[in-house]
């Protein structure tokens, strides 16, 4: 049993950059963003992409498809996160809280702009 836990979760490492992953078909995906390889392109305009799925959401700008949307208001999306958080508007949703106020925020960037005032982090400060 004890061999068990010391079975590694993530047994597929980087040799570039050493992270550690769970699937190495996931590996395989993130080596990628080391060689630039782009093997997914499209057949209208040739752009590339390193994962199928983002050609999957390009080629949605061709046809102007935006399968997602129109049950509660008009609006439509190419892409069901983007009709997820705009679904907040309707719901009120505000899945991301700060932990030091009793503030909340619907989009997760927001939240993370609001955390910098309590750290002051400036993360696109002039370095001039």
Known sequence: MAKL????????????????????????????????EKPYACDICSKAYSQCQHLKTY???????????????????????NLNMHLRTHTKEKPYACDIYSKAFSRRNDMVRHLRTHTKEKPNACDI
């Open 59 to 81: 080629l949605s700008s061709h046809t102007k498809e935006k399968p997602y949307g129109r049950d509660i208001c008009s609006k439509a999306f190419s892409e069901r996160s």
């Open 5 to 36: 836990f010391a079975m590694k979760k993530k047994p597929y490492t980087c040799d570039i950059c050493r992270k550690d992953f769970s699937k190495g078909s996931i590996l395989k995906r993130h080596l990628r963003t080391h060689t630039k």
